[in-house]
T-cell receptor, first 113, second 113 residues
Framework: KAGVTQTPRYLIKTRGQQVTLSCSPI?????VSWYQQTPGQGLQFLFE???????NKGNFPGRFSGRQFSNSRSEMNVSTLELGDSALYLC????????????FGEGSRLTVL | AQSVTQLGSHVSVSEGALVLLRCNYS??????LFWYVQYPNQGLQLLLK??????LVKGINGFEAEFKKSETSFHLTKPSAHMSDAAEYFC???????????FGAGTTVTVRA
């Protein structure tokens, strides 16, 4: 069974640009969550989607957005990039985030110059 | 709101020695508790989870954790450390219908030969 796939794995952007990250969950998983990991702030919750509906959102500015498609694949977008957005963005899938067991992808490492 | 505190950002052990990683939680409702491990340049992998079925939880790679409500703790242990245990370990908590995990700051484990 294939794991959670995130693309791209690495990317470099400049301030003011926007970026879209993609996540393909484990087959059959309908919940997709996104987390930001930085050395200073650790792991922080961005948002969670289930059956194309956002059920929970973390404390991030509106520049951070996401969506989920009917096949459960998810994308997150960050607009007007800032230096502080440099981070590892982790996607996790589960049958239902309410069950708690999340399976993580290897992440997309974003560097903003 | 749920939160966890991991005591000690770095732990160094000798190969074959006991590994003990401390985690205390704060939760207004019975929590779901988890330990994840992260190897360099990888995502997070679930070691074990507590969901109220049993207070002593056994996980993968010889790790186990004990839920102690009176101490609000969920410490992770492994009787005998192996070089491959060198990684960063995260404790996490989720409340019922919370749809997100709140992570601790992480503990980096180094294993000395």
């Amino acid at each position: 069974k294939a794991g959670v796939t995130q693309t791209p794995r690495y990317l470099i952007k400049t301030r003011g640009q926007q970026v879209t990250l993609s996540c393909s969950p484990i087959s059959g998983h309908r919940s997709v969550s996104w987390y930001q990991q930085t050395p200073g702030q650790g792991l922080q919750f961005l948002f969670e989607y289930f059956s194309e509906t956002q059920r929970n959102k973390g404390n991030f500015p509106g520049r951070f957005s996401g969506r989920q498609f009917s096949n459960s694949r998810s994308e997150m977008n960050v607009s007007t990039l800032e230096l502080g957005d440099s981070a590892l963005y982790l996607c996790a899938s589960s049958l239902d985030a309410n069950t708690g067991e999340l399976f993580f992808g290897e992440g997309s490492r974003l560097t903003v110059l | 709101a749920q939160s966890v505190t991991q005591l000690g950002s770095h732990v160094s052990v000798s190969e074959g020695a006991l590994v003990l990683l401390r985690c205390n939680y704060s939760s207004s409702v019975p929590p779901y508790l988890f330990w994840y491990v992260q190897y360099p340049n990888q995502g997070l992998q679930l070691l074990l989870k507590y969901t109220s079925a049993a207070t002593l939880v056994k996980g993968i790679n010889g790790f186990e954790a004990e839920f102690k409500k009176s101490e609000t703790s969920f410490h992770l242990t492994k009787p005998s450390a192996h070089m491959s245990d060198a990684a960063e370990y995260f404790c996490a908590v989720r409340g019922f219908r919370d749809y997100k995990l709140s992570f601790g700051a992480g503990t980096t484990v180094t294993v000395r030969a």
